[in-house]
């Protein structure tokens, strides 16, 4: 059966049903709107995009992961210590690709896989609860995880599992999702989402998760008790996630590092060179001093 996630039709059709309905019920529109939100709205890949995929995962082995959220499934890149890729929202893992080469050459094994609700794994209405239990689960199955890279919402799921006890030496996050208020303003600007469907968007969001929603997934709250060191990186013209986010965010860590970008936005900078070389070196420096500590 084909995904609601791989239909622009689907999605041009909630976007109007929540535009006629935003002037007679905030209520109607708000839960519309929360449709929108919850939904990876992924782009269709044609033949082309899926050769060149399986191009850039040549030599991986597949895998597969039987979590509480459905069969999820992945890759796995070489051997060494395990560094778990996380993708964004209406992603896949092969996404986070740049990072395999130099990852697996500097002696680390790359594991990753399609998030609940994307790619070929099973279908679910994600949320970033959702996905942050997928990424423990997952890491539980590998076994000991060193590191885990985690891309917008990926980076924000990340920080979930760190609050519920995912033990990694380090952690990379590349234009993390910190800020659940910004998150959504940005949301129905881009979409331009009418007014009265944004509160009511905000009252679903309050309904599912409770009051505390917004300080439960912004800094400080979203890594309060996390001591795991992090590495921030992030774009000054992201379009997506704002850099003054991570900004905040890198202040309310005390392990954590900032490295803000110039015109790279929130897709290049997973494929940028200086980006990939300072992650891989931060990942190398956490274990070097963890295998001191030993």
Known sequence: MRRIADSTMALRAHWMAMNLSAPLS???????AARIWFTPWSVPLGSRGKARQERWLEGARP?????????????????????????????????????????????YRVVGFDQVGHGSSDWKQPNAYILADAIREVAEAIGEVRSV???????????????????????????????????????GSMLKIPRRAEVGLHRELEKRFGKNVWENLAAPGLIRGVETPALIVHDRNDPQVSH???????????????????????GRILRDESVLSEAVSFIKRLESARSHSL
């Open 244 to 266: 003054e986010d991570s900004e905040l965010l890198a202040r309310s860590w005390p392990q954590a590092q900032l490295m803000l970008t110039e015109d790279l936005g929130h």
């Open 149 to 187: 890279v985690g891309h917008s919402i990926g980076g924000l799921a990340t920080m979930i599992a760190l609050r519920d006890g995912l033990e990694v030496d380090s952690v990379v996050l590349i234009s993390p999702s910190s800020n659940l208020q910004s998150v959504v303003r940005r949301f």
């Open 26 to 32: 905030t209520r109607i529109a708000g839960a519309i």
């Open 63 to 107: 895998l597969s992961f039987d979590t509480s959220h459905g069969t999820l499934r992945g890759f796995s890149a070489s051997a060494g210590p395990t560094i778990l890729l996380v993708h964004g929202w209406g992603d896949r893992a092969a996404s986070m690709r740049a990072f395999i080469t130099p990852l697996t050459e500097a002696g």
